[in-house]
């Protein structure tokens, strides 16, 4: 690991050196904790203590019989006094809540067999891409039991004949990083390394990925670089500081109640770029839809409050750094209709290039007659035949071959979210299609 990069930034690669690294007979043990007195790593034998390396902000240890599978935590010893126990932040797995502790995963212990999808993907700027979006936990389930969950490599068989019988190209999984509620369906994790234990271990959403890979469809994660859970044993206080998130309430808190990251330090930008890069290249991810977008633009999503300089910063580098070691890669912004004019003059040129997420529709949809609703509901249907994402150059010469045959398109405020979901009927470029997206735009001039 670069530390001068981490530090500063700008290190995807944190996520090889901290955690729990294991070759099948000894594990290393690494933590960031700056401002502790002392940390030991405690596992099902004892407490042992960990060492200084580097500059001394960092912590080391390595023990034996500790391989795969094997559960452990940090014990901080904080400045004031004061010891508590923290799963570990880089950990690679995580027990099934209520219980916390990381676990040992070897992540070598498997090799993807999908050269040929990674050569080939791309960022399907002009390319047909069509997203089914899920939650594994609640798609489908082996029974009313609350853990009645299907494993990662169990749900292939059941999603790949649906995906491919309704037409979906790639698939869009709400959050995988470890997280304490069940009702948070992932947006408040504890564990960003770790995939929930709720579904397998790595190795099986490993094996998950190469399937839907095999079948030719892709997959994106969303990715949560806004906020964390407060549970005590996470990242909230880590080394008895607020070494993630901020120190005062009045930014510190986001809406959800959940600490905010602190995105003008190096270290958590470093995390951060360090899980986008870890779920990408060792789970072959095809995308991240980054989750909450506004919320990082702006301070606390009010763009009254202005714009939040350090963080556009720490997203327009990130981003770069993604498209150039994964250009195939697939990255998304949600809540951007908050910020279209950033969106065009800032995220756009650091690697959002693809798709903007609307999720503001709703409010949109109630203003709609239910003979609005209706039709729009019938062109959704189309439209999950032609769906694809749009570039601006496509989109005018589309406005302009419609403008041609007689057919006027005007902008409604109303209901822009769906206009822009109903631009995948125009792009289809029958004029039947045409005529039925017109004929929305007319009920509401």
């Known amino acids: 690991m670069d530390f001068y990069n981490f530090y500063t930034g700008r290190e995807q690669n944190a996520w090889k050196w901290m955690g729990a690294h294991t070759d099948g007979q000894e594990t290393v043990f690494r933590t960031f904790a700056p401002a502790a007195a002392g940390v030991s790593v405690v596992t099902d034998t004892g407490e042992y203590?960990?060492?200084?390396?580097?500059?001394?902000?960092?912590?080391?240890q390595t023990l034996t019989d500790m391989g795969p599978g094997k559960s452990y935590e940090y014990r901080i010893y904080q400045a004031d006094g004061q010891v508590r126990d923290?799963?570990?932040?880089?950990?690679?797995?995580?027990?099934?809540?209520?219980?916390?502790?990381?676990?040992?995963?070897?992540?070598?212990?498997?090799?993807?067999?999908?050269?040929?999808?990674?050569?080939?993907?791309?960022?399907?700027?002009?390319?047909?891409?069509?997203?089914?979006?899920?939650?594994?936990?609640?798609?489908?389930?082996?029974?009313?039991?609350?853990?009645?969950?299907?494993?990662?490599?169990?749900?292939?068989?059941?999603?790949?004949?649906?995906?491919?019988?309704?037409?979906?190209?790639?698939?869009?999984?709400?959050?995988?990083?470890?997280?304490?509620?069940?009702?948070?369906w992932g947006y408040q994790p504890t564990g960003f390394f770790a995939p929930t234990s709720?579904?397998?271990?790595?190795?099986?959403?490993?094996?998950?990925?190469?399937?839907?890979?095999?079948?030719?469809?892709?997959?994106?994660?969303?990715?949560?670089?806004?906020?964390?859970a407060v549970d005590d044993y996470g990242l909230a206080r880590y080394d008895?500081?607020?070494?993630?998130?901020?120190?005062?309430?009045?930014?510190?808190v986001s809406e959800w109640g959940s600490h905010n990251f602190m995105h003008s330090r190096g270290e958590v930008r470093s995390f951060l770029a360090s899980c986008a890069d870890y779920w990408l290249s060792e789970y072959h991810f095809d995308g991240l839809r980054m989750d909450a977008i506004s919320r990082i633009i702006y301070w606390q999503g009010d763009e009254?409050?202005?714009?939040?300089?350090?963080?556009?910063?720490?997203?327009?580098?990130?981003?770069?750094?993604?498209?150039?070691?994964?250009?195939?890669?697939?990255?998304?912004?949600?809540?951007?209709?908050?910020?279209?004019?950033?969106?065009?003059?800032?995220?756009?040129?650091?690697?959002?290039?693809?798709?903007?997420?609307?999720m503001n529709g709703q409010e949109a949809w109630d203003k709609l007659?239910?003979?609005?609703?209706?039709?729009?509901?019938?062109?959704?249907?189309?439209?999950?035949?032609?769906?694809?994402?749009?570039?601006?150059?496509?989109?005018?010469?589309?406005?302009?071959?419609l403008?041609?045959?007689?057919?006027?398109?005007?902008?409604?405020?109303?209901?822009?979210?769906?206009?822009?979901a109903c631009k995948g009927i125009i792009e289809s470029s029958t004029k039947d299609q045409a005529e039925l997206y017109q004929q929305i735009l007319d009920m509401n001039k």
Not at 152 to 173: A, K
Not at 320 to 331: Q, S, T
Request: glycine content about 6%; proline content about 6%.
């Open 86 to 184: 923290h799963c570990d932040p880089y950990g690679f797995g995580m027990e099934l809540r209520p219980a916390h502790r990381s676990i040992v995963r070897d992540l070598s212990s498997f090799s993807f067999q999908d050269h040929s999808w990674m050569q080939a993907r791309t960022s399907r700027e002009s390319e047909p891409l069509n997203i089914y979006e899920l939650h594994l936990g609640s798609w489908k389930k082996k029974g009313p039991e609350e853990t009645g969950w299907y494993r990662y490599d169990e749900l292939p068989d059941l999603l790949i004949p649906y995906l491919e019988e309704c037409g979906y190209n790639y698939l869009e999984i709400l959050p995988l990083f470890e997280y304490p509620c069940d009702e948070s």
């Open 49 to 60: 203590p960990m060492y200084p390396v580097h500059d001394g902000n960092f912590y080391e």
């Open 403 to 420: 403008k041609a045959d007689g057919i006027n398109v005007v902008e409604v405020p109303d209901i822009k979210p769906w206009q822009d």
């Open 304 to 358: 009254a409050r202005g714009v939040n300089g350090n963080a556009v910063d720490f997203l327009k580098s990130m981003n770069a750094e993604l498209k150039r070691r994964h250009p195939g890669c697939i990255l998304i912004a949600e809540d951007s209709p908050l910020l279209s004019k950033l969106i065009t003059d800032c995220l756009k040129k650091s690697g959002y290039t693809n798709l903007i997420v609307t």
């Open 240 to 252: 008895g500081t607020a070494l993630y998130e901020y120190p005062h309430s009045d930014v510190g």
């Open 198 to 228: 709720r579904y397998g271990t790595a190795l099986d959403l490993k094996k998950m990925i190469q399937r839907f890979h095999e079948a030719h469809i892709g997959v994106i994660l969303d990715f949560i670089p806004v906020h964390f």
């Open 369 to 401: 007659t239910e003979e609005q609703q209706n039709i729009l509901m019938e062109a959704g249907k189309v439209a999950s035949q032609f769906n694809r994402t749009i570039s601006e150059e496509a989109e005018n010469k589309v406005l302009e071959e």
